[in-house]
């Protein structure tokens, strides 16, 4: 038997993602140092104390003809808060990627639930595989606020019943819906995230197009940010090969 709640918070409603780097080792000088080993041996680890802007020509070349390994030495971990539908989406990603998510069967969870906002498109036209999303009318959106609002707190006041009569965490939980807030630490390296970014991501410089999720899409797009940060090189690289992980 569970603890029982002693205060009954109010559920919350947000329509952003949370995205923070909480650590790194990742840099260009990772790149030529790894792709240089193949050709200077041990006398590749200079490049670490060179100016990796004199060497942007190896990185894009690497890219261009898509040699990937070199961009795996290098690690981010990202905290990430969003709702459960997206890290379902996110956890597809397997190769170079390692995840730990908050449990429902050891935490009571939050009332924290997703709402889109007014600029999120709500209308789906066309069929599968050949259709655009445009903007709802403001009725729809009202209409989708109210709803999923309602919705959330009659699944939250019965999380809470269940716990208030003794019901584990674990089974408890499974009247809570996907547009919960959920966090996860996720583990990534430069090639990995570019896999990532090369199909959750719109861009225009992208040779592949890809049709992601909007919500999905707005975690690609800090994580991007970030790294641009830490590897603009390998970063401007990627961008000018199409945005096609090597």
């Excluded at 990202?78 to 449990?103: C, D, K, L, Q, T």
């Excluded at 729809?140 to 707190?153: A, G, N, P």
């Amino acid at each position: 038997m569970t603890d029982s709640p002693t205060e009954t918070a109010k559920p919350g409603f947000l329509s952003d993602v949370t995205v923070e780097l909480v650590k790194h080792s990742a840099a260009d000088s990772d790149v030529l140092w790894a792709a240089r080993v193949s050709t200077a041996g041990e006398q590749s680890l200079e490049e670490l104390t060179k100016d990796p802007e004199r060497s942007k020509g190896l990185i894009n070349y690497l890219m261009r003809d898509r040699h990937g390994s070199p961009f795996e030495h290098n690690s981010m971990t990202f905290f990430i808060s969003a709702p459960i539908f997206v890290f379902r989406e996110f956890m597809r990603h397997r190769v170079g990627w390692s995840y730990n998510e908050e449990s429902g069967r050891y935490r009571e969870l939050q009332p924290v639930f997703y709402v889109p906002g007014e600029d999120r498109k709500l209308v789906q036209e066309g069929r599968p595989g050949k259709y655009v999303f445009v903007d709802g009318t403001p009725e729809q959106h009202e209409l989708t606020s109210r709803v999923m609002e309602d919705s959330y707190r009659q699944a939250y006041e019965a999380y809470q019943e269940m716990l208030a009569a003794g019901v584990a965490r674990e089974v408890a939980r499974a009247v809570l819906p996907v547009g919960l807030f959920s966090s996860m630490y996720a583990t990534c390296n430069a090639r990995s995230l570019m896999h990532f970014l090369g199909l959750r991501t719109q861009h225009e410089q992208a040779v592949v197009p890809s049709f992601p999720q909007r919500e999905i899409e707005m975690v690609g797009e800090k994580m991007e940010a970030e790294w641009a940060k830490l590897m603009p090189l390998t970063h401007a690289a990627f961008n000018k090969n199409g945005r096609v992980a090597p």
